[in-house]
């Protein structure tokens, strides 16, 4: 079975500071993706990024990046230069590629930006 | 691309009734529709999924007598809280994707208020 471990307790991050978001998961699988979905105060479920397991690369969207570390089993999220729109919760998930699609959600991280 | 619209986004009901909410996917086929429930500051966890055609496969400690999931077409996925109580007050959001592999995409969620 997968899990997901999302374990910092509420953030507070400055605006135009950069703030990190751990993740680290458990499979047994050699075939995975991980992902990275933003939830605002609305409720709806924003894709971030993704990276599979494996990308050579670590994967890059925009002002959000992917630090995979995979011997660690660690997939942390860099959000570069906060918005005070990124105040959200945001849920690491990983889904077995041979699988059938179902995603497996941390606990989520709750980050606040502040001004 | 690979948008999916729920509807309702909100519904109060009185005890003793039922809920649809229904879930559509309105520019590809959606040949599976997860079904996930998220209580106040909780992640994600899967109900069930559903597959256009055939019956849904629930997950451990979920009533399937309890929630009615049908996925009569490749573009609709429907759930049913049949005989709702106080406690099945939650949110309720689906998701699926146009393909495997890729990222899955979400409704903006139901929230449900039993009263």
């Known amino acids: 079975a997968q899990k997901i471990t999302q374990t910092q307790p509420g953030m507070f991050v400055q605006e135009k500071e950069a703030v990190t978001l751990d993740c680290t998961y458990d499979?047994?699988?050699?075939?995975?993706?991980l992902f990275w979905y933003k939830q605002p105060s609305s409720g709806e479920m924003i894709f971030l990024i993704y990276?599979?397991?494996?990308?050579?690369q670590n994967a890059t969207e925009g002002r959000y990046s992917l630090n995979f570390q995979k011997a660690r089993k660690s997939a942390n999220l860099v959000i570069s230069a906060s918005q005070l729109g990124d105040s959200a919760m945001y849920f690491c998930?990983?889904?077995?590629?041979?699988?059938?699609?179902?995603?497996?959600f941390g606990k989520g991280n709750q980050v606040v930006v502040i001004p | 691309g690979a948008v999916v619209s729920q509807h309702p986004s909100w519904v109060i009901c009185k005890s003793g009734t039922s809920v649809k909410i229904e879930c559509r996917s309105l520019d590809f086929q959606a040949t599976t529709m997860f079904w996930y429930r998220q209580f106040p500051k909780q992640s994600l966890m899967l109900m069930a999924t559903?597959?256009?055609?055939?019956?849904?496969?629930?997950e451990q400690g979920v009533e399937k007598d309890k929630f009615l999931i049908n996925h009569a077409s490749l573009t609709l996925s429907t759930l049913t809280v049949t005989s709702a109580h106080p406690e099945d007050s939650s949110f309720y959001i689906c998701?699926?994707?146009?393909?495997?592999?890729?990222?899955?995409?979400f409704g903006n969620g139901t929230r449900l208020t039993v009263t």
């Open positions: 998930a990983m889904r077995v590629l041979y699988g059938n699609n179902r995603l497996a």
């Open positions: 990276q599979g397991s494996y990308d050579q």
């Open positions: 499979t047994s699988d050699p075939s995975y993706g």
């Open positions: 998701s699926s994707t146009d393909r495997a592999g890729s990222p899955l995409h």
């Open positions: 559903s597959n256009e055609g055939s019956k849904a496969t629930y």
